[in-house]
């Protein structure tokens, strides 16, 4: 019984000794464990974008009326001046003949004056205040005739209808888009770069894109425009990439665009959420590490390491806030 009593406590102590053992390694911190390693360092600049035309236009309707002719040309081709969409003008018509109505009376009116001065009954006055009523009207015919213009919106360049927005019956407002013209090919991309980015951005630089309609596909281009000036409210500069003949890309997708600013081969690479405060937490035997770092270009994912870190070292990714030089880590596979 004794012996039992023995056997007993023995393997209670022991119990006790693992589940402390086991609660005390519950609570080291869990990491990956990555090791550095050789490659390319790219340094980019995000910016995000939408493509469209090299060639394009924007039509919109001046003035707000109802539509009450449109063409069904979308997807088609165009030529500069033909006929896009008709607005309701029979309002302004119905002005216009009054006015040349007024134009027709004053003709009659100073032709009938004339005639009353050549037999001495009307004087010159009369003749001037007709002629002076008559250009007043025809400078109104004038304008008019510019008014009857706008509900007729044509095409302003050759190339194909890329867009139409709208049908008979509605009301198109005044400065809404009714159509979007242009040459199809070739294509690019206008994104938007922030302030503090863009002394990064040169011309020439490859640019690398991604988009949700070609996720696993390898699509870049190369920056051919950087606007002088900036805006001043989003705090941000548009600049143009050039598309490749072959692209996938279609008109009206948005994209995320990938500047490359600068890239190195055969650098020394660390996960970039590995490095906390210029330094990096190297783990040997299960334990951790503090050095310090020198890092020169910063990517996304990875960054260069100048020193303090040597090839095939196995560095904490990501590196754990707060975790102390010498700590007790749990190592899991990256």
């Known amino acids: 019984m004794q012996k039992r009593r023995i056997i007993l406590i023995v393997f209670l102590i022991v119990a006790a000794a693992a589940g402390a053992m086991a609660w005390r390694y519950s609570q080291w911190p869990r990491v990956a464990a990555v ?10 600049v995000y910016a995000t974008g939408g493509v469209e035309p090299v ?32 607005l309701d003008d029979g309002e302004a ?19 009938r004056v004339s ?17 002076m009523d008559l250009q007043q009207v025809q400078g109104l015919i004038a ?14 360049m050759d190339g194909v209808v890329l867009r139409r927005d709208g049908e008979i019956g509605e009301i198109a407002e005044a400065g809404q888009i009714l159509f979007r013209v242009g040459v199809p090919a070739p294509l690019q991309v ?10 990064r951005v040169a011309l020439g630089q ?33 600049i143009k990439a050039a598309l490749p003949a072959d692209t996938p890309l279609k008109p009206g997708m948005s994209v995320e665009a990938n500047i490359i600013t600068r890239e190195k081969p055969n650098a020394l690479l660390v996960p970039a959420d590995a490095v906390l405060d210029n330094a990096v937490y190297v783990v040997e035997g299960g334990h951790a590490h503090r050095r310090v770092v020198t890092v020169d270009i910063r990517g996304t994912r990875a960054v260069e390491v100048l020193d303090g870190v040597k090839e095939g070292e196995r560095v904490a ?15 899991t596979p990256p």
């Not at 018509?93 to 032709?111: G, V």
């Not at 770069?193 to 002394?199: F, G, L, S, T």
Request: with cysteine; proline share 4%.
């Open 317 to 331: 990714s990501p590196a754990p806030a707060g975790l102390k030089d010498g700590a007790r880590l749990r190592v």
């Open 206 to 238: 490859v640019v690398l894109f991604r988009t949700d309609a070609f996720p696993d596909r390898r699509l870049e281009g190369r920056i051919r425009e950087i606007t002088p000036m900036g805006d001043v409210a989003a705090k941000t500069f548009r």
């Open 93 to 111: 018509q119905a002005q216009m003949k009054e006015l040349r109505a007024r134009e027709t009376f004053l003709k009659n009116e100073m032709s």
């Open 143 to 156: 304008v008019q005739l510019e008014r009857i213009a706008d509900y007729t919106i044509r095409a302003p």
């Open 35 to 44: 090791a550095a390693a050789r490659g390319t360092a790219v340094e980019i």
């Open 190 to 199: 206008v994104a938007e770069v922030n302030e503090e980015d863009i002394p």
């Open 115 to 131: 005639d009353l001065i050549a037999r001495g009954v009307a004087t010159t006055q009369a003749y001037e205040r007709a002629s």
């Open 55 to 86: 060639h394009w236009a924007k039509v919109a309707s001046v003035i707000r009326d109802r539509i009450v002719e449109i063409c069904d040309c979308e997807g088609k081709t165009v030529a500069k001046g033909d006929l896009l969409a008709h």
